[in-house]
């Protein structure tokens, strides 16, 4: 089956830096994709990966090794607007969206 | 520009009763979807389409149905309302022919079936 897995919830500092990790395991694939989503609110597309290495966006960074099946999401300069939830999907070989569970980051001042 | 819109955002249901959930966008996507967000689980696909007058079904579809009469609007059905069928539902919009494909998400209609 198709499976992606993150922590359930993650508590950091304001001004710290987090990683939010992402492991997949699909039929195929065409691209990551990370969202935030406010409680709440809608999803909202922060970056996407199709190749390996680091994708940079501000104070936002998303990695992807493809060998490893591995993501990673990483904030930096914490703020207590980041408090929210951050969605990992994988579009598989039908190009599909696959999402995980989401992460719930709580900033803590 | 509303983006993508849906109506309506709450509403209440007694067990075997009908509804339905529209959605609009404005942004002439072709792609269009509904998922249904559940506590402890990832968005799950009910039904999407990807052009006028086509509709296909996603990994959860049972219970609903779907149309796309107007390439703007995308309607989900509920013929007979379950409890099992309380959630948060997401109609997602996306362009097919964009960089990266990412889903334009309305926000969202919260479903609860007595």
């Known amino acids: 089956g198709q499976n992606i897995d993150q922590p359930t919830e993650m508590t950091a500092t304001e001004g710290a830096i987090v990683q939010i990790n992402c492991t997949y395991q699909?039929?195929?694939?065409?691209?990551l994709f990370w969202y935030q989503q406010h409680a709440g609110e809608a999803p909202t597309f922060l970056s996407y990966n199709v190749l390996d290495g680091l994708e940079e966006k501000g104070r936002f960074s998303s990695f992807l090794s493809r060998s490893k099946g591995y993501s990673y999401l990483l904030l930096k300069e914490l703020q207590m607007k980041d408090s929210a939830s951050y969605l990992c999907a994988v579009k598989d070989s039908n190009y599909q969206l696959i999402w995980g569970a989401g992460t719930k980051l709580i900033i803590k001042p | 520009n509303a983006g993508v819109t849906q109506t309506p955002k709450f509403r209440v249901l007694k067990t075997g009763q009908s509804m339905t959930l529209l959605c609009a966008q404005d942004m002439n996507h072709e792609y269009m979807y509904w998922y249904r967000q559940d506590p402890g689980m990832g968005l799950r696909l009910i039904h999407y389409s990807v052009g006028e007058g086509t509709t296909a079904k996603g990994e959860v579809p049972d219970g609903y149905n779907v149309s796309r009469l107007k390439k703007q609007n995308f309607l989900l059905g509920l013929e007979s309302a379950a409890p099992s069928q309380t959630s948060v539902y997401f109609c997602a919009s996306s362009h097919i022919g964009g960089d990266t494909g990412e889903l334009f998400f309305g926000e969202g209609s919260r479903l609860t079936v007595l």
């Open positions: 699909t039929s195929g694939f065409n691209g």
